[in-house]
C-alpha cells in the first residue's frame, strides 16, 4: 500500500481523501492563473515597448530635420554674438 504523509492510503477516510484532491487542483488552477497573469503582463510591456521603438524609429528622420532646422539659427545666432563682441573689444582695446 502506498505511504502518503506518513499514513496509509487506503486507512484514510474518503472525504479526507477528495479534501487532498480537490485542494491540490485548486492550489494548481490558482498557481496557473498567476503564472499566466505574470506572464501576460510582461508580454504586454514587451508588445508596448516594441510598438514604442518601432513609432520612435519611423519617426527620427522627421526628428533629426526637425533638429537641424532649430540648431542652424541658433549656430548662426552664437556665431554672430561672438563676433559683434570680439568687434567691440578691439574698439576698446585700440581706444587711445
Known amino acids: 500500500m502506498p505511504r502518503v504523509c506518513g499514513y496509509v492510503a487506503a486507512l484514510r477516510p ?7 484532491v480537490t485542494s491540490l487542483i485548486t492550489m494548481t488552477l490558482i498557481g496557473g492563473l498567476v503564472l499566466g497573469w505574470l506572464t501576460g503582463r510582461r508580454f504586454q510591456r514587451a508588445h ?5 521603438y518601432r513609432t520612435t524609429k519611423n519617426s ?25 563682441t570680439s568687434f567691440a573689444l578691439y574698439l576698446i582695446a585700440q581706444r587711445p
Open 14 to 20: 474518503a472525504h479526507r481523501r477528495r479534501t487532498t
Open 48 to 52: 508596448r515597448a516594441w510598438l514604442e
Open 60 to 84: 527620427l528622420p522627421n526628428l533629426r530635420t526637425n533638429a537641424w532646422g532649430m540648431t542652424r539659427p541658433a549656430a548662426g545666432f552664437t556665431v554672430a554674438a561672438i563676433v559683434v
